[in-house]
């Protein structure tokens, strides 16, 4: 309970982590393995859609086709980036 907590009071988690996403929930899943820390229990599983060409993160947000694959979050930051160099 307490790593459940501590975890839960990071937003933004999945990023840090560098995740598409991140589900804190109480229940031992069957196939969680215990990593070293008492308590915390983790399992991985493989996300639907696409990976982001420029942060590598995968999620169904992903929008363009082959390199021009980007999330909105890097979409953001390449707009901002042509904006300042190309005004």
């Known amino acids: 309970k307490d790593w459940m907590a501590f975890l839960s009071s990071f937003d933004g988690l999945a990023r840090l982590l ?10 031992d899943a069957p196939s ?3 990593n070293g820390l008492p308590g ?9 859609g ?3 060409q420029r942060c590598w993160n995968w999620g169904d947000d992903v929008t363009g086709e082959g390199e021009s694959q ?8 390449v707009a901002q980036v042509v904006r300042t160099t190309h005004p």
């Open 50 to 52: 696409r990976k982001c």
């Open 70 to 77: 980007i999330c909105p979050r890097c979409a953001q930051v």
């Open 18 to 27: 560098m995740v598409a996403r991140v589900d804190i929930v109480e229940q």
């Open 32 to 34: 969680a393995q215990e």
């Open 40 to 48: 915390l229990f983790v399992t991985v599983v493989r996300v639907d």
